[in-house]
């Protein structure tokens, strides 16, 4: 069977949620897929990056990774997202990107492919279901096979959060838990794919 291609695409100001990214991206590639690691692009004012050196010291740190496009979300079996929590809601550089994808969608394109969605929030009611839950309703209009981590490995008693792996930025950097998490629930989500890619005739 052909390896199930893997993309990781998330948007991070500060460093975090790329973290998570990285973690997620180990954990696909040592469940056997073949893993494409991608940004959104920036479309913040660069006032507002200058404003923060940890914001531009990340973007410069991060300039060698390649954007998404339409060809990641296509060419994937599995998605995994990535966003910092915004007042609650994805970020708008990924909701950017998302709302670019009306002529993928609109072919079908999206279907029945397996997503998965990870966060970070300054603090520990911040809103981060609420954004995972607020990118799942875009899975559902998709026609995607969602699948989060609920709590099917012990690192998630400890992680805690079964709608996908987050994190509290307020604590300091992604601890081992939440890397673990974020390696497990990218392993669950190709594990879950390539059982659907092997029980489906070659196209
Ligand atoms: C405009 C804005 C809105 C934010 N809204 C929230 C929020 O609703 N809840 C929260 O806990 N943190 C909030 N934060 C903090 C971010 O979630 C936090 O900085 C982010 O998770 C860090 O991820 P990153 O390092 O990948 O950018 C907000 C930050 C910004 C800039």
Do not use: C
Not at 11 to 29: D, K, P
């Amino acid at each position: 069977m052909q390896p199930v291609n893997a993309a990781i695409i998330y948007y991070s100001a500060t460093g975090t949620v790329h973290a998570l990214a990285q973690a997620a991206a180990e954990g696909a590639r040592k469940a056997g897929a073949t893993v494409r690691l991608r940004k959104v692009a920036e479309s913040a004012p660069p006032e507002a990056i200058a404003a923060n050196p940890a914001w531009g010291r990340h973007l410069d740190d991060t300039r060698d990774i390649a954007v998404a496009g339409h060809d990641d979300l296509d060419w994937a079996d599995v998605v995994l997202f990535g966003t910092p929590t915004r007042f609650g809601n994805p970020a708008s550089q990924l909701r950017a990107f998302i709302e670019t994808t009306g002529p993928l969608w609109f072919q079908g394109r999206l279907a029945g492919k397996v997503y998965s969605a990870f966060t970070a929030s300054n603090t520990p009611h911040g809103g981060q279901e609420s954004t995972l839950l607020a990118l799942g309703n875009t899975f559902y209009h998709w026609g995607g096979v969602i699948v989060p981590p609920g709590y099917t490995d012990p690192v998630q008693f400890a992680s805690g959060n079964p709608y996908g792996t987050s994190h509290v930025a307020g604590d300091g950097p992604p601890t081992d838990v939440i890397l673990q998490a974020a390696r497990h629930q990218a392993r669950r989500a190709v594990d879950i794919a390539a059982a659907l890619k092997a029980g489906r005739p070659v196209s």
